[in-house]
């Protein structure tokens, strides 16, 4: 009986070995291949852009540069703020590059686009850069992943924060395109759910270069709040002509997506007091210290929460591979669903089925110039919104991917 034991148990042994070995590893042409497909030199670039690749390049650095015995290689592109562009550069990564996976995409037409791409080659798309809540509704996809951010957060953190502070009417300045347009939707959504009103909402081209007439509808409404969906230097130069206008005296000035990388470019005089939604504050903990400092060393400045959850994603990914034996995108995207995330960008994150990254969002306040102790001190964090209050739940759903009870 003994002896039986024992054989049984070398048999068992012998099978997780073999489980295990080399030869029942799947990985695509012998490497895996990461492309940060990112705005590399326009309006959105410092908030992503070279800075999503540099923290893609230490994620795979941190992880071994290898994954199953396999190496992992780094490419990059610019998608230049254009559906074709980015959907063009994505098709032939897939096709004849040997892409496995793409990140950051940080403008939502462009998502769009490579979600449909990703979703017909099997390929993944980690989205870190892209806002608009349609990518895990209507356009989610098996192999797509939510990660950073959304219109729906932030919208709604903004939204209850203001509440919090007696607004009850607002008017929407946005871009006019797919993400500008999710965003509006979400305020409004939340203004009225707070017991508010939006009086009205106007619509700029991305990269304006004059907000005059735009911020002068807005004024004119006499709204408690004017609601910016916008982003990066639209909002910076959105707050800047508002204050010039004297707007911001009768009238406050809410930024749905703002980055660290913007309250510097402002400069603290012309941003204190602003609060709004963010998904990573590179001060918030010691860890979020630790590695926002090595990002620095490397950028010269601070990571937005693009950046950071660009390190987190990447890893995250890896993790995944490693998990699943594989570097087929369907597989590596279930094993993504049942891993628990947690590192300094989110504790205890989870992906769903939609394709959301569920983690913990923050509403921030940016100091007066007399309360910043050193450089890039910029936030007070006023409130955790806990991950299941900040994003859509799977109840309010368009995803085909969730079942309805």
């Not at 690749?53 to 998608?79: N, Q, W, Y």
């Not at 081209?205 to 004024?219: K, V």
């Not at 990447?314 to 995944?320: G, H, I």
């Not at 049942?338 to 992906?351: H, R, T, V, Y």
């Amino acid at each position: 009986m003994i002896k039986n034991y024992l054989y049984m148990t070398a048999l068992c042994v012998f099978g997780n070995a073999q489980a295990a070995s080399p030869a029942t590893v799947k990985v695509s042409d012998d490497k895996v291949v990461i492309g940060v497909l990112s705005d590399m030199a326009t309006l959105y670039a410092d908030t992503a852009g070279k800075g999503s690749v540099e923290a893609a390049r230490m994620a795979i650095e941190d992880f071994g540069g290898k994954v199953l015995g396999k190496p992992v290689e780094l490419v990059s592109g610019d998608h230049q703020n254009k559906a074709d562009v980015g959907a063009s550069l994505a098709r032939r990564w897939y096709d004849r590059d040997g892409v496995d996976a793409v990140f950051d995409v940080n403008n939502s037409s462009v998502a769009v686009a490579v979600g449909n791409l990703a979703r017909e080659r099997n390929k993944m798309l980690i989205m870190t850069g892209t806002a608009s809540i349609a990518m895990t509704n209507e356009n989610c996809g098996p192999t797509s992943v939510h990660y950073v951010y959304d219109t729906y957060a932030l919208a709604n953190g903004a939204a209850q924060g203001m509440a919090g502070r007696g607004v009850k009417t607002w008017y929407v300045v946005g871009t006019d395109y797919a993400f500008g347009k999710a965003m509006a939707a979400s305020i409004t959504e939340f203004v009225g759910a707070s017991g508010g009103k939006v009086l009205g909402s106007v619509f700029h081209p991305l990269n304006a270069s004059d907000f005059s007439s735009f911020l002068l509808q807005a004024q004119a409404s006499k709204a408690d709040a004017i609601a910016l969906a916008n982003a990066t230097s639209d909002t910076v130069n959105a707050i800047k002509t508002a204050r010039q206008f004297g707007i911001t005296k009768n009238q406050a000035i809410v930024p749905l997506l703002m980055f660290i990388n913007d309250v510097h470019a402002l400069g603290l005089q012309e941003a204190q007091d602003m609060t709004f939604t963010s998904g990573f504050y590179w001060d918030r903990t010691p860890e979020t210290r630790a590695w926002s400092r090595r990002y620095f060393d490397r950028m010269k400045k601070m990571p937005s929460m693009i950046q950071a959850g660009t390190y987190s994603a990447v890893t995250t990914y890896l993790k995944a591979i490693q998990a699943a034996g594989t570097d087929d995108g369907a597989t590596v995207a279930t094993k993504m669903k049942e891993l628990p995330i947690n590192d300094f960008f989110a504790k205890g994150g989870k992906i769903r089925a939609d394709g959301r990254m569920v983690h913990d969002m923050y509403l921030v306040q940016v100091k007066k110039p007399a309360e910043s102790q050193y450089p890039w001190d910029y936030y007070k964090v006023v409130a955790t919104i806990p991950g299941e209050q900040a994003f859509q739940p799977l109840s309010k759903s368009k995803c085909s991917l969730v079942s309805k009870l």
